[in-house]
């Protein structure tokens, strides 16, 4: 399998768990045609019961709509950042509709993040503050960004208008300023160019409960190379700090690994529109043809010498027995230059780049090439 999922989520000091999250099926149309697979969590707002319906209303909204993502022999295949849009937009109408059902619309809202894997490559889609981590090599980095005032105000550091000090210590500045419920999000973040994964790597998605509770140095720490036990051991390290009113802790990671390599439609396609591979009876046969032409060549070529000398020898008795020694002379051996060169004289010659062996294309190697991005940099789009 390409792709290893796991998962771990605690309800902390709170009430009510108001996380969720959702993987999608490898068995679905979208994952089986395209070899997409996601991941998505959801932190709900509004209090109690609210924020539980509005995160799960995200995720199973989010998750049916991207399972919809068209991509067969007849349907032309839906761009990833396409499909991750409709969705989240989706999971945001649902939220609106739970806010409304409840008598509370515009006051019931969720953040929300989700990864789009693809092969090697990695998409997101993200409005609030739930956390995209990419770890690699041992080292996490923090992939997408926040929808918080906390932006505005740096702005405001940045234009004169406020001072570092008074940006940092603002009551608000983790106020979301974007999420789910709104209508429609005031920010959206979409990669439209993916990143590209290493074998090995881990992407990480978590809820404000995990990095709001653990130093960049402790989550470091918690990770493994099972993604099972990073997701395990985030949440004891935060339940281990013993935080006060602990907020929900929801955590899910997925490893990439370059091993398995399943072959998407899209990859497909590439492969059967190239020259087929040579098995080896093909490979076999190719060879015995090439060397029967060469026979053949070095055949004539010998038999073509054989004449040449023996018009040479005919020549030269006739040069010895008269005396008109410049008439021999113009009469010499170039009947053997007229023998074309081997190649010339293969039925073949000049085919064999076109249609032989080394014209053909291994229909893996075109497929990689087709699913391959621009080359960049370790943390480079």
């Known amino acids: ?30 994952a089986a045609s395209q070899g997409a697979f996601v991941a998505a969590i959801a932190d709900g707002m509004g209090g109690l019961a609210n924020g539980r319906e509005a995160s799960q209303a995200a995720i199973k909204a989010f998750l049916a709509s991207y399972a919809e993502k068209p991509g067969n022999e007849t349907i032309p295949a839906e761009a990833i950042p396409a499909a991750l849009q409709r969705s989240l937009l989706a999971a945001n109408d649902a939220v609106v509709e739970a806010g409304e059902r409840l008598g509370q619309r515009g006051d019931v809202g969720s953040t929300f993040v989700a990864a789009a894997f693809f092969n090697q490559l990695l998409y997101w889609v993200s409005v609030g503050d739930s956390a995209l981590y990419l770890l690699r090599g041992g080292r996490l980095t923090l992939l997408n960004s926040f929808h918080i005032h906390g932006n505005d105000l740096d702005r405001g550091v940045s234009e004169g208008a406020i001072s570092r000090e008074e940006a940092a210590a603002h009551p608000d500045r983790e106020a979301l300023t974007s999420y789910l419920g709104q209508d429609p999000p005031a920010e959206i973040e979409l990669t439209v160019r993916p990143f590209r994964l290493q074998d090995g790597d881990q992407v990480i998605l978590a809820t404000d409960g995990i990095f709001k509770t653990l130093t960049e140095e402790e989550m470091n720490r918690a990770t493994d190379a099972s993604p099972q036990r990073t997701c395990e051991q985030l949440v004891r390290y935060a339940l281990e700090a013993n935080k006060e009113y602990q907020d929900n802790l929801t955590v899910v990671a997925v490893s990439y690994d370059a091993e398995a390599k399943p072959v998407a439609v899209a990859e497909q396609a590439e492969a059967e529109a190239a020259p087929p591979a040579l098995d080896a009876d093909d490979a076999h046969a190719a060879h015995v043809g090439y060397a029967r032409r060469s026979r053949y060549a070095v055949a004539a070529l010998c038999i073509a010498l054989l004449c040449a000398a023996i018009v040479f020898a005919l020549l030269a008795r006739r040069r010895h027995g008269r ?31 076109k249609d032989g062996p080394s014209a053909k294309t291994s229909p893996t190697a075109n497929a990689n090439k087709a699913a391959k991005p621009a080359p960049k940099d370790d943390l480079k789009f």
């Open 323 to 353: 005396r008109s020694a410049p008439r021999a002379e113009t009469v010499t051996a170039e009947p053997a230059q007229s023998v074309p060169p081997p190649d010339a004289n293969q039925p073949d010659a000049g085919k064999r780049n």
């Open 1 to 30: 399998m390409r792709y290893l999922p796991g998962n771990a989520q605690h309800i902390g000091s709170r009430e009510d768990q108001q996380d969720s999250f959702g993987f999608s099926r490898l068995d679905e149309p979208s």
